[in-house]
């Protein structure tokens, strides 16, 4: 079964340093989510991509935070400077289009900010 | 107000009994609905989608209620494998498919 791939599983940082998270998703999957979820609390929308251009990025905090897929397949997700507050689970999703409804997630990278 | 809301819990719900619980939004515009299931340090995984007319898989039944806002997820005959946090999620399809999710419902099911 296809499945989403997520790299690295776990990140333990430094505050004020730079992280990367990369995403693969589902083959033939054109649209790629990027999601939070802080601990005891849902998922909540980053950014979300059609093919390579970004379709929603309002709750992207882009000060400090980026994301690219700039081939329209996988994806990378950078904080720089991560701060306490950006501890967090990161998710990536996919789905076959903008108009699928099911989206499938990946393992999620946790990170921890010290 | 939180745009879709759930009881938090936990719901400690004894093995075989049945449990339910509901998910508010509020969003009228909202068009499909879907319950995750969330293992402790897990990602979500679809549980099943919710239906105008209510659906039914196994011991799961979904439904949803337009009028009041608000949709339930109800398990019958617990198994302590039921254990996990439930999410209902949201989507509006003309805001590109953006699933909002609720915070979450924790299920205890014990012997």
């Known amino acids: 079964e296809a499945e989403v791939a997520q790299s690295p599983r776990y990140k333990i940082t430094e505050k004020s340093q730079a992280v990367a998270f990369w995403c693969d998703p589902i083959?033939?999957?054109?649209?790629l989510y990027w999601y939070r979820q802080i601990l005891g609390q849902g998922p909540e929308l980053l950014v979300q991509f059609q093919d390579e251009s970004v379709v929603d990025d309002s709750q992207l905090p882009k000060d400090r935070f980026s994301a690219e897929r700039l081939k329209g397949v996988d994806s990378t997700l950078k904080i720089q400077p991560a701060e306490l507050g950006d501890s967090a689970m990161y998710l990536c999703?996919?789905?076959?289009?903008?108009?699928?409804?099911?989206?499938?997630f990946g393992p999620g990278t946790r990170l921890l900010v010290l | 107000r939180k745009e879709v809301e759930q009881d938090p819990g936990p719901f400690n719900v004894p093995e075989g009994a049945t449990v339910a619980f509901n998910c508010t939004y509020s969003n009228s515009a909202s068009q499909s609905f879907f319950w995750y299931r969330q293992d402790c340090r897990k990602e979500p995984k679809l549980l099943m989608s919710?239906?105008?007319s209510g659906n039914e898989d196994g011991r799961f039944t979904a439904q949803l209620n337009r009028a009041s806002q608000y949709i339930s997820l109800l398990i019958r005959d617990s198994k302590l494998s039921d254990s996990a946090t439930y999410l209902c999620a949201v989507n509006i399809e003309a805001a590109g498919n953006k699933l909002t999710f609720g915070g979450g419902t924790r299920v205890l099911v014990k012997p």
């Open positions: 919710v239906y105008s």
């Open positions: 083959s033939g999957h054109a649209t």
């Open positions: 999703a996919s789905s076959l289009s903008v108009g699928a409804q099911t989206q499938y």
